[in-house]
C-alpha cells in the first residue's frame, strides 16, 4: 500500500505541474478580479500540497502492506458509480447538465448509498439548485442545455 500511495503522490504531483505549466500564457490576475489562471493555479497548489501531504504519511510508515480489493458493500457501491459517471456525462451532453446532476446525484444517493427516497431527491435538488446558481447565475458560465431548453 505504501508503495501505491508514493505512486499516487508522484501522479498527484505531475498533474499539478502540468496545470500550473499548461496555463503559463494566461493571465493570474485582471484589473479587478482574477484572471483566467487563477483558478487553475489554485488547483494546482492545493494538488501540489495534498501529493507532498500524501507523500510524507507514506514514507512515515516502515510497512508495506498490500493494498485491500473491495468487497461487499464497497464492491456494490463502485459496480453502480462507475457506469453512472460515464452514464452522467452522456446525460449531461444530450439532456442538459441540471437534469444529469439531479439524475446522477439521486441515483447516487439512493442506488449506490442506499439512502431513503427523501433524502436522496433533496440532496439532487439542493446540488442541482447550488450548481446553477453558481455556475449559472454567478459566474456566467454556459452550462450544456438540453431539450428542455435548461
Not at 499539478?16 to 488547483?43: E, K, M, Q
Amino acid at each position: 500500500m505504501r508503495n501505491l500511495e508514493l505512486a499516487a503522490a508522484a501522479v498527484m504531483l505531475v498533474l499539478a505541474a502540468v496545470v500550473g505549466f499548461g496555463t503559463a500564457g494566461l493571465p493570474l490576475w485582471s484589473d479587478f478580479s482574477p484572471g483566467d489562471r487563477f483558478v487553475p493555479v489554485a488547483i494546482a497548489v492545493a494538488l501540489g500540497l495534498l501529493a507532498i501531504s500524501l507523500g510524507r504519511e507514506a514514507l512515515a510508515r516502515s510497512d508495506d502492506e498490500p493494498a485491500p480489493w473491495p468487497a461487499g458493500e464497497a464492491a456494490r457501491r463502485i459496480a453502480f458509480l462507475v457506469p453512472a459517471v460515464a452514464g452522467f456525462g452522456f446525460a449531461a451532453a444530450y439532456l442538459g447538465f441540471p437534469i444529469a446532476v439531479f439524475g446522477f446525484v439521486a441515483f447516487a444517493t439512493v442506488v449506490a448509498l442506499r439512502q431513503r427516497w427523501p433524502v436522496g431527491l433533496a440532496t439532487a435538488v439542493v446540488t442541482t439548485v447550488l450548481i446553477y446558481v453558481i455556475f449559472v447565475v454567478s459566474l456566467g458560465i454556459r452550462l450544456p442545455k438540453g431539450p428542455f431548453g435548461f
